[in-house]
Nanobody, 112 residues
Framework: QVQLVESGGGLVQPGGSLRLSCVAS????????MTWVRQAPGKGLEWIST????????AYANSVKDRFTISKDNAKNTLYLQMNSLKPEDTAVYYC?????RGQGTQVTVSS
């Protein structure tokens, strides 16, 4: 079955950077289109970014464009999200997803 395990979250000051990782198993990762979503306190799920499984093209929400970068390492079955220039409004639980399957999430808190 699909398993997704996120890591890399933490507390960071505004303007800082974090890299999230998501180790995947239970499916052919190299061909999978993968997504990052997030959920801020008291809010619904927000789509952040998707990377196409066949040509690695990426799409980003306007709220993170030019600050976040999604990537895949197919040899390691791992999805990444490099987050730069972090803002307090980026505070959320971040999930990687394949279709309707999501991991347990990793908390990102941006605060001084």
């Amino acid at each position: 079955q699909v398993q997704l395990v996120e890591s890399g979250g933490g507390l960071v000051q505004p303007g800082g950077s974090l890299r999230l990782s998501c180790v995947a198993s239970g499916f052919t990762f190299s061909r999978a289109t993968m997504t990052w979503v997030r959920q801020a306190p008291g809010k619904g799920l927000e789509w952040i970014s998707t990377i196409n499984g066949y040509d690695a093209t990426a799409a980003y929400a306007n709220s993170v464009k030019d600050r976040f970068t999604i990537s895949k390492d197919n040899a390691k079955n791992t999805l990444y999200l490099q987050m730069n220039s972090l803002k307090p409004e980026d505070t959320a639980v971040y999930y990687c997803a394949k279709g309707l399957n999501r991991g347990q999430g990793t908390q990102v808190t941006v605060s001084s």
